[in-house]
């Protein structure tokens, strides 16, 4: 191997790497993001408390049912045979032609789902009851409760978990190259095709993947500090602190004396 | 005078365990009652399913006239009448303070940014915490933090407010700053129900105080009566049991031990 012969091999097809790395990054962030959706709205519909009886009842067991399916199903197999089945499936039995590029994002998408359904109810769990029973206290719905207190608190909380994924879904759309997605991967196998370089080619492709998760979980850590709000906070300047008179408690209660 | 909650037959069991054993209790307007007992006398799960946070197992809640344990009744409009402060403050992290008293009007009461800023701002000026709006709760101490729970539960003008234990996760120094708040609520006018181990609060703030026992309520009465002359055997051993333990439980501020300070 030669340091010049890499360089040459950038020079040549760094259109074809570019294009790959593009493809990969493009794939896992729809992907991730499609994903961590279909994970919140699951964990939301998961954490429904369960009405005592009745109708509602018997509809929401069905979809809790059928959510565990997909989770148990997607997360118990391979994502490289979920691509195959899915991709060739589509075609052979459901007449559906997607293209290999839509087919690998589905396929991300639903499979990160399955895993960020997870972590969101793992999430959701460890928000304490409390602020649960103070938002019913004040008259929030589940959903009002969800989106306005806990989510907030849970996205928060998942960020680590979600980025895992994040990164995860960069390296795995590797193996969307059996659904000829034009990812890196697919790319790199078509230049050592030309040059029959492996080595070297394979090595710009891992310092290209490595760059792409190391800049991904740099902006991540990032985003946490944002969330995290200011360490301080300041106090309101009160300029009327001398002659601030006792406040008048309460008085459009209508509440007539207490005596 | 006029009913704002009228409970009756109330009971509550969990699987085999027996916590409210038929609770026939009242609360008038403008009036504060302190439930007082021991530890696991379902005090709290009496409290709790007043704004059905727990489900009672039996009996009627009947408000403004209406059972609201009925099917049909649309218990989120009710719990906006009760306001509740809990033992573990229950702030939400995710709010700073501002926010923590804007929420629930915003998106219950559906009133506008700066109506809720207004009120919130009314409140919290009402517990002191007017400055600390911008604090997060994690930047707050129990105090301060209990303090905004209860400036949260005013916003949304309730009819009654609930208080559970709210001194109780609270370091000696701080309970003094919660209760004086709460002091201020009384003398208002507010209606309140309180659930206390404060046995100088209870005596020097409520109109009326409970004993409750065992799942029922073994004895009420003005405080003075409570205190004073209990009529049950058991009140009596209680009062004499946490009174020994606890010399805290003599309060500080009541009016005997002001005059007493001021002799000195």
């Given at each position: 191997m030669e340091f010049q012969f890499i360089l040459k091999t950038i020079a040549k097809y760094w259109p074809m790497f570019l294009r790959g790395a593009g493809i990969t990054l493009y794939i896992s962030i729809i992907g991730t993001v499609i994903g961590s959706v279909i994970g919140l709205i699951i964990g939301i519909i998961r954490t429904i408390p369960m009405p005592e009886k009745g109708l509602k009842r018997i509809i929401l067991k069905i979809i809790n049912g059928l959510l565990s399916a997909y989770v148990e199903v997607f997360r118990g197999t391979p994502m490289i045979v979920q691509a195959m089945v899915i991709y060739y499936g589509s075609k052979q039995a459901l007449d559906i032609d997607m293209t290999p590029l839509f087919a690998g994002i589905f396929i991300v998408s639903i499979n990160t789902g399955a895993y960020m359904a997870e972590i969101v109810r793992g999430g959701i769990i460890s928000i304490d009851r409390g602020q649960f029973e103070a938002s019913y206290a004040i008259g929030m719905s589940h959903l009002q409760t969800m989106t306005k207190v806990v989510l907030p608190q849970v996205i928060r909380n998942i960020l680590p978990a979600t980025g895992n994924e994040f990164v995860i879904n960069i390296k795995d759309t590797s193996v969307l190259n059996v659904i000829s997605v034009t990812e890196l991967f697919f790319q790199t196998k078509s230049i050592t095709g030309n040059n029959f370089k492996y080595f070297e080619t394979f090595f710009i492709t891992c310092v290209i993947y490595f760059v792409l998760t190391y800049s991904v979980t740099r902006i991540l850590r990032f985003i946490e500090k944002k969330l995290d709000g200011p360490e301080n906070y300041t106090l309101l300047d009160d300029e009327?602190?001398?002659?601030?008179?006792k406040p008048a408690v309460l008085q459009n209660q209508n509440i007539i004396g207490k005596h | 005078m006029e009913k704002i909650i009228d409970i009756q037959h109330l009971s509550k069991t969990f699987g085999n365990n027996v916590?409210?054993?038929d609770i026939d209790f009242s609360v008038n307007k403008g009036e504060v009652v302190c439930i007082i007992g021991s530890s696991g006398s379902g005090k709290s799960t009496l409290l709790r399913c007043i704004n059905l946070l727990e489900k009672p197992s039996g009996g009627k809640i009947i408000y403004k006239s209406e059972?609201?344990?009925?099917?049909?009744?649309d218990v989120r409009e009710y719990r906006t009448k009760l306001g509740m402060v809990f033992q573990q403050f229950?702030?939400?992290?995710?709010?700073?303070v501002l926010g923590n008293c804007t929420v629930g009007q915003i998106n219950v009461l559906k009133r506008s940014k700066e109506e809720a800023k207004k009120i919130a701002m009314k409140y919290l000026q009402v517990v002191g915490m007017d400055q600390y709006i911008n604090a997060k709760p994690r930047q707050l101490s129990g105090g301060q933090k209990q303090r905004v729970a209860i400036a949260r539960a005013l916003c949304m003008e309730p009819e009654v407010m609930l208080f559970d234990e709210p001194t109780s996760a609270l370091d000696p120094e701080m309970v003094g700053e919660v209760l004086k708040v709460m002091r201020d609520l009384a003398e208002s006018g507010l209606t309140m129900l309180i659930v206390t181990h404060e046995m100088g609060f209870a005596r020097d703030v409520a109109d009326r105080v409970v004993f409750m026992d065992k799942g029922v309520i073994a004895e009420e009465g003005p405080p003075e009566q409570i205190f004073n002359?209990?009529?049950?055997e058991r009140t009596r051993e209680f009062l004499s049991r946490t009174l020994q333990q606890n010399p805290?439980?003599?309060?500080?501020?009541?009016s005997e031990a002001q005059k007493i300070v001021k002799a000195i």
């Open positions: 009327l602190e001398e002659e601030k008179p | 916590v409210l054993k059972n609201i344990l009925d099917d049909k009744h229950n702030l939400f992290n995710n709010h700073d002359n209990p009529k049950q805290a439980y003599i309060p500080s501020d009541s």
